[in-house]
């Protein structure tokens, strides 16, 4: 009877300590929001309206009309959250190593409190195979594959006419 209390108790505990956590942790995030809500709202904006004028939000497609490191990487969150993996995994393999990271971040920072250089050398391993993937991409993808493709509707075509004429020679 005494240790069915004591684990009862203990259980309880546990479940307190659980829910201070998650409690501290949501007003740590809605604080978050709150100091960076000019940011969050220009970046929205921003993504808004470059897809509704331009049909696409990347600033680096919209500049020079070439796929970024990063490309397809919206999509492929996307597609996660919708559970098509093989999809996610075909817009950018990296996919799954930014959820990874995401997630060790809102654990380090939201849970545990503290951000050390451990997740640092983390950032530092995905962006370098992001770029690595990248370049295999390039090579093998570009630009025949979405979403490795080119935008001839960028800004250095409209400023200069014969910019999508040196692109195509190139890469057609």
């Known amino acids: 009877m005494v240790l069915k209390a004591q684990i009862l108790l203990y259980k309880l505990s546990m479940k307190d300590k659980f829910g201070n956590i998650i409690n501290r ?4 995030f809605i604080t ?7 940011l969050i709202t220009f970046i929205f904006l921003f993504w808004f309206v470059t897809a509704l004028f331009f049909n696409s939000s990347c600033p680096f497609i919209l500049l020079v009309g070439f796929p970024c490191p990063g490309c397809g990487l919206t999509r492929a969150f996307a597609s996660l959250i919708q559970l098509h993996f093989q999809e996610a995994i075909q817009y950018n393999p990296t996919v799954i190593l930014w959820v990874l990271l995401i997630l060790s971040f809102f654990r380090q920072h939201y849970l545990c409190d503290t951000i050390n250089s451990k997740y640092q050398n983390l950032v530092i391993v ?3 195979a992001t770029i690595i993937t990248y370049i295999f991409r390039m090579k093998y993808s570009f630009p025949r594959i979405e979403p490795m493709v080119y935008n001839p509707n960028n800004l250095l075509a409209s400023i200069h006419q014969e910019y999508n004429q040196l692109i195509e020679r190139l890469i057609y």
């Open 32 to 38: 978050d929001i709150k100091h960076n809500a000019i």
């Open 25 to 28: 942790a949501k007003r740590k």
């Open 126 to 128: 995905v962006s370098v």
